[in-house]
């Protein structure tokens, strides 16, 4: 997974709005929710709520590679799977991945 990583300087550009710069708004909000999205999935985990663990990293998948982001869709495939097999070692470097590219992504719209 090393091609997930990013440096607070990174800046991570919407694919989908360098085809349709008029989604900005809807972009945007996909991307002002990721900080929900890691809340829930850091709730979800202390719970061990498997489940609720398999939702929230499939959601995220379809809705990264949706809104432009196929980074963060990976990223949430590879949670989604280590959900399905109760798989949890990588949580934090994955949630802490995540959050850089939530940043990066935020970081992006800036330019956008």
């Not at 694919?15 to 850091?42: N, Y």
């Not at 939702?55 to 590879?78: E, F, N």
């Amino acid at each position: 997974m090393n091609d997930l990583r990013v440096s607070s300087n990174d800046k991570l550009v919407s694919e989908l709005l360098r085809e349709e710069p008029d989604l900005h708004d809807i972009v945007e909000d996909f991307v002002d929710g990721l900080s929900d999205r890691i809340v829930h999935l850091k709730q979800a985990f202390d719970e061990l709520d498997w489940s609720q663990l398999k939702t929230l990293a499939h959601c995220l998948k379809g809705a990264g590679g949706s809104y432009g982001y196929p980074v963060i869709s990976r990223l949430a495939a590879q949670m989604e799977k280590d959900f399905k097999n109760h798989r949890t070692n990588d949580f934090d470097t994955q949630i802490h991945q995540l959050e850089s590219l939530a940043a990066a992504a935020h970081a992006g719209l800036q330019d956008g």
